[in-house]
Nanobody
Framework: QVRLAESGGGLVQAGGSLRLSCAAS?????MGWFRQAPGKEREFVVT????????YIADSVKGRFTISRDNAKNTADLQMNNLKPEDTAVYYC?????????????????????WGPGTQVTVSS
């Protein structure tokens, strides 16, 4: 099992930016981010596949969020721009071994092997 640790959460005004970082204790082929708002299910945000350089991203954050991976350091950063109050949530880093899945599969929590404890992001209006 790989341990994941997130950092970089906090409070920001609407329209602002935050950068979250995820550090893994070992290599995983897939690293991504999910989020969970109070009273809601955990939802997919973005994920990156290292063997194909493919990135899948949720429509709700497309054009505002980007993911970047450093395979040498086993890190995955989430750059969040033009933040909105509805982006408020606990953000979780997730990682997985290789599987032959497409966009739908990688959007499901059950296909990830490792999870970080989460970091809170609060966007004020």
């Amino acid at each position: 099992q790989v341990r994941l640790a997130e950092s970089g959460g906090g409070l920001v005004q609407a329209g602002g930016s935050l950068r979250l970082s995820c550090a893994a204790s070992g290599h995983r082929s897939v690293m991504g981010w999910f989020r969970q708002a109070p009273g809601k299910e955990r939802e997919f945000v973005v994920t990156a596949l290292d063997w194909s350089s493919t990135i899948y991203i949720a429509d709700s954050v497309k054009g505002r969020f980007t993911i970047s991976r450093d395979n040498a350091k086993n890190t995955a950063d989430l750059q969040m721009n033009n933040l909105k109050p509805e982006d408020t949530a606990v953000y979780y880093c997730a990682a997985a071994q290789y599987r032959a899945l497409g966009a739908a599969g990688w959007g499901m929590t059950r296909n990830y092997d490792d999870w970080g404890p989460g970091t809170q992001v609060t966007v004020s209006s």
